[in-house]
């Protein structure tokens, strides 16, 4: 951290959000937190403990008001590409016992300057949360956890758009500038953003242990999209392409989804648009409904100039489907994400699947992200948010995908570490 002496930041509130309960307020009282001193003591502070509703909590908001930076030259007031932190991740709270989360803000990843000197802070932040923790509050406010199970451990970052996400963040080596409007920009981004075009190959693949009845799970993608903060959603694929889950699990084979040349850029979301899923078992072939047909994953995938940059969807089906008590079947999808720079890619065309998908085999590169993330019931993506296996999912008439859980009350202590 250099010459920084202290970083205090002002939470205003921190808020969960459940399907059942919708937002709710665990704190609206203002607290200041330097975020040096915690990093110094390897403390952990208590930030909120409130009495929330049973069940699952899928999103945590922390609304941050004023960061103020002290260095060799004095006070310097930080800006931030967002003042809400919006993290996607399950929060469980069950009747009579406490639930904790844990939000360890990384510093030293958090912070960059501009050519100007104007601090600019995007907060990378490690977020745990446990079920039946063992939690106790000391007169000043710090908070020991222990035990309990972990139910979500993740990375997660902020980019230049306020975005937050598994992936997302701004990278140490890029130029930041900060518009009259309080606008975060990239100026330059070093060599991974060097002027030129590279390959992108994206792929799917399928470890899916066993399904019992079902003998096919196929899946239309009828498009893969990128994102990047410089140039917004590009097309990789616009390509309607069927797949068969269960077959590419028998083969082992990675098929190749998108195949295209690309602007040089760190792309940090990876989008596949899903038209239909149908699977097939002893009693004939049923489609499957799916809680959003739109399939978001945050992840770095960098093209670089003249290399090669890939990206495979490593779905779970035997995680991902569903049976309803009157026999419809529902997909949450369950992937495992991996993205490689500098990989080298051989296309077999004589190793096919019949549809004219090819299979590709991958060779070596840099792993940039590797993330098993789910889609819950209501289509969003994240890490953790996977609906478990045994999970009682039905459909209302509406469409909607719902869990079917009991009620209740529980007590949840939050808590935040900062190092």
Do not use: C
């Not at 941050?64 to 930076?69: A, E, K, M």
């Not at 003042?83 to 990843?109: C, H, P, Q, R, Y």
């Not at 296996?389 to 935040?416: D, F, L, M, Q």
């Amino acid at each position: 951290m250099g010459t920084i002496t202290s970083v205090r930041t002002t939470i205003d509130s921190v808020q969960v959000h459940s399907e059942a309960q919708g937002w709710v307020t665990v704190s609206s009282t203002p607290k200041t937190i330097d975020l040096m001193t915690l990093r110094a003591s390897g403390d952990a502070e208590l930030l909120a403990d409130a009495k929330l509703a049973n069940g699952t909590y899928t999103q945590m908001n922390i609304h941050i008001s004023r960061v103020v930076v002290t260095d060799a030259q004095g006070e310097h007031e930080a800006k931030m590409p967002s003042s809400t932190v919006k993290i996607v991740g399950n929060l469980v709270v069950k009747s009579n016992s406490t639930s904790s989360v844990l939000f360890d803000f990384v510093a030293d990843e958090s912070l960059h300057l501009t050519g100007k000197g104007t601090y600019i802070l995007a907060p990378v932040i490690k977020t745990e949360t446990r079920t039946d923790a063992n939690v106790q509050v000391t007169g000043n406010n710090k908070v020991l956890v222990s035990s309990g199970n972990i139910v979500m451990n993740a990375k997660v970052g902020m980019d230049i758009n306020g975005n937050v996400g598994v992936g997302r963040s701004i990278p140490a080596d890029v130029n930041l500038s900060v518009s009259s409007n309080g606008q975060v920009s990239i100026l330059t981004a070093g060599t991974i953003l060097a002027s030129g075009t590279g390959r992108a190959v994206i792929g799917i693949a399928d470890p899916a242990g066993s399904m019992g009845t079902i003998t096919s799970v196929n899946i239309t993608v009828d498009s893969v999209r990128l994102h990047s903060a410089t140039r917004g959603w590009v097309d990789a694929s616009t390509t309607s392409k069927t797949f068969d889950l269960l077959e590419l699990n028998a083969t082992g084979n990675v098929m190749a989804l998108a195949d295209a040349n690309l602007t040089a850029d760190t792309y940090d979301q990876l989008r596949l648009g899903i038209s239909k899923v149908t699977v097939t078992d002893a009693n004939g072939s049923h489609d499957a409904k799916l809680p959003s047909g739109e399939l978001k994953i945050m992840g770095e995938m960098q093209v670089r100039a003249n290399a090669t940059a890939t990206a495979v969807f490593d779905f779970a089906a035997n995680e991902s489907i569903h049976m309803t008590g009157n026999g419809k079947y529902i997909m949450t999808p369950v992937i495992r994400l991996e993205t490689r720079s500098n990989a080298t890619v051989i296309r077999e065309p004589d190793e096919s699947d019949g549809r004219g998908n090819v299979n590709i085999r991958i060779i070596g590169g840099s792993v940039r992200t590797s993330v098993k993330v789910g889609m819950g019931v209501d289509g969003n993506v994240g890490v953790n948010l996977i609906v478990p296996v045994n999970a009682n999912v039905t459909i209302e008439t509406n469409g909607k995908v719902v869990v079917v859980s009991g009620t209740g009350g529980a007590t949840v202590g939050n808590a935040i570490r900062i190092s």
